[in-house]
Structures are given as C-alpha cells and as structure tokens.
C-alpha cells in the first residue's frame, strides 16, 4: 500500500517562504505531483518530479530525492492568495494522495 | 473550453434512495477517476478507467459502481447511499498516468446523505 504524509497545518507571514515537506513509502514510483486546493474548490496542478533535484516554476519549487522517499514544495515571496491547502501525490502507476498541507499566510 | 463537468453540484439525499453523479470530460482522455475527500483523510479514490470497458477498483471501492461505456463519461453509482457516503466528490481525467500528465478535475460534488 501506499503512505504518503505531510504536515496537517503550516503558518507564515506575507512575504516569506515556507517549505511544505512530503514523505512517502509506495511499492512503486513513477512520479511526484504537488497540487494546489482552494477551500471549496478541486485540485490545480503545480509540479511534477520523476528524476532527483528541483524544479523551479516562478515563486514554486519542488524537490524530490527518490532513494530518500521525500520531496518539498518551496513557495517564495508568499502572498495572500497562496493560502491553500497543498496536496502531495505519488504516481505508483495510480495516483495516491496525502491529506493535504493547510498553509495560512498572514499579514 | 477543456473541461471537466460534474452534476449535481449539490445534493441532499436519504439513506437508500439510489443516486448517480455524472462526470464528463471534452479532452478525449483516456484516463478517469473518482475521488472522495474527507477532512483529515485527503483525496481518496474510489474507482478508475484506463479507457472504455475497463474500470478498475480504487482505496475506497464499497458501495459504489461506476461504468465506462463511451470515453467522455464515467458516472459514479451509489446504489444504497449511507450517511458514511456523505463526502466531497471529485471526478478528473488525464491523458494517461505516465509522465507528468496532469490530472483535472471537475468542480466537486457535495453529497449529504441523511
């Protein structure tokens, strides 16, 4: 089976940066996804690792070290809008979902 | 505009009383899944399609059904809905799971079930 876990809850000031970490343990790997949740709203997409190191998308990073079993999600220069639930998801050839980091930007 | 529709939205029902949400994607995907998402549990998945006629069981399969028979739709069935089915829905599609095709998803379906 799959386990995949992240922290339940992050704060930080506008402005900031906050490092959203994912451990997991699958039986198979086939990529990484970091997705993005809105209360209320489905899941948008944000990265997607499958070979070591980091990927930079503007203000979004995502790391991955496979033989660790852990990847982070880097947002910069955080911003009101970036509050949001952030979902890691593992690709063993289904897609498995941790449950999810609330991160809460404030003023 | 690509998409991925659900319906209903919303929908209050009793325990028992048999129910389907449709889900519909205008991509031509190949790949469609149904998720639940509960507080503290994250998405869950209850059944998936790798294409038409072939569905395959998720984490979470009990008490649902769900078809394949044309590749733009896959309608989740609760044949007897019971209150531990009250969830937010989620249908998504993709091109298929390898690579880095991303998922989307529809807009969630809040079902009570009393």
Redesign the interface.
């Known amino acids: 089976g799959q386990n995949i876990d992240q922290p339940?809850e992050m704060t930080a000031t506008e402005g900031a940066i906050v490092q959203i970490n994912c451990t997991y343990q699958t039986s198979g790997f086939?990529?990484l996804?970091w997705y993005q949740q809105h209360a209320?709203?489905?899941?948008?997409?944000l990265s997607?690792n499958?070979l070591d190191g980091l990927e930079e998308k503007g203000r979004f990073s995502s790391f991955l070290s496979r033989s660790k079993g852990y990847s982070y999600l880097l947002l910069k220069e955080l911003q009101m809008k970036d509050s949001a639930s952030y979902?890691c998801?593992v690709?063993d050839?289904?897609?498995?979902?941790?449950?999810?980091t609330t991160v809460t930007v404030r003023a | 505009e690509a998409q991925v529709t659900q319906n209903p939205r919303y929908l209050i029902t009793v325990t028992g009383k048999k129910l389907t949400v449709t889900c519909s994607q205008n991509m031509n995907h190949e790949y469609m899944?149904w998720?639940r998402q509960d507080p503290?549990?994250?998405?869950?998945?209850i059944y998936?399609s790798m294409n038409v006629e072939v569905t395959d069981k998720?984490?979470v399969p009990e008490g649902y059904k769900v078809s394949r028979k044309e590749k733009r739709n896959f309608p989740l069935i609760l044949e007897s809905p019971s209150p531990n089915q009250t969830s937010l829905y989620?249908c998504a599609s993709t091109p298929t799971?390898?690579?880095?095709n991303?998922?989307f998803?529809?807009?969630?379906t809040r079902l009570t079930v009393l």
């Open positions: 339940t086939n990529g996804f209320g709203e489905a899941p948008t997409f997607y499958v979902l998801a690709n050839y289904k897609l498995s979902f941790g449950a999810g | 899944s998720y503290g549990l994250g998405l869950r998945q998936y998720g984490d989620f799971l390898l690579g880095g991303e998922q998803f529809g807009p969630g």
